[in-house]
């Protein structure tokens, strides 16, 4: 079956590690797509990635790095500059057309905690 | 930038009645698309609803219906004979057609609680 896969489902951070949430995806998508929810909050735009090797900020880019060298991986690393990671990251990827009205399908999402 | 407000944090709803959940959005663009999500306790982001802002019909998916005011730029759902399993967070997201990308813009959710 066509979806996006997530990894870890949970996650924990020491002080002053990094950590990388996987995002893969078998869609064919071209866009990808990275969220942040906190209790109380609405999904937050991290970054994206319209096609292979390029990707944008969203709107909380700081203290975390993506990479996309694959159409259906977009990894992202939480860095030790991200004083407050402690969320549930989700991971979402849609049909690239920007007059296509298909929806963003998501992924089932990483929680990540500070030990 | 676009905006997303909705603004009932918690409602309630006796099974197999109908509720309404609001949605308003701030743009000035003309074209545009809007979603409702959902977000069961497990957590997994599952479509609801789109409506296109050209289309003047408002969307329906079986139980599920929008009230589509593009002028009051208000996008509600509603939900018929409510079931169980329709407990969960609600979104309303706002798709720019202009802006690079096709990023959503998210509300801060609607927690729907259903009593039997």
């Not at chain 1, 998508?29 to 969220?35: L, R």
């Not at chain 2, 289309?55 to 139980?63: D, F, L, M, S, Y």
Request: charge should be neutral; proline fraction near 3%; charged fraction near 20%.
């Amino acid at each position: 079956d066509g979806g996006i896969t997530q990894s870890p489902k949970y996650l924990f951070r020491k002080e002053g590690q990094n950590v990388t949430l996987s995002c893969e995806q078998n869609l064919n998508h071209d866009a990808m797509y990275w969220y942040r929810q906190d209790p109380g909050q609405g999904l937050r735009l991290i970054y994206y990635s319209q096609i292979v090797n390029d990707f944008q900020k969203g709107d909380i880019a700081e203290g975390y790095s993506v990479s996309r060298e694959k159409k259906e991986s977009f990894p992202l690393t939480v860095t030790s500059a991200q004083k407050n990671p402690t969320a549930f990251y989700l991971c979402a990827s849609s049909i690239e057309t920007a007059y296509s009205n298909q929806p963003q399908h998501f992924g089932d999402g990483t929680r990540l905690s500070i030990l | 930038a676009q905006t997303v407000t909705q603004s009932q944090p918690e409602m309630s709803v006796q099974e197999a009645e109908t509720v309404t959940l609001s949605c308003t959005y701030d743009t000035s663009e003309s074209d545009y698309y809007l979603f409702w999500y959902k977000q069961p306790p497990s957590r997994q982001m599952i479509l609801v609803i789109r409506q296109e802002a050209y289309k003047q019909q408002n969307a329906t998916e079986n139980r599920f219906s929008v009230n589509f005011q593009k002028a009051a730029k208000s996008f509600s759902l509603k939900i018929s004979d409510s079931q169980l399993g329709d407990a969960a967070m609600y979104f309303c997201a706002y798709r720019s057609l202009t802006e690079y990308g096709n990023k959503l813009v998210f509300g801060a959710g609607t927690i729907l609680r259903v009593k039997s």
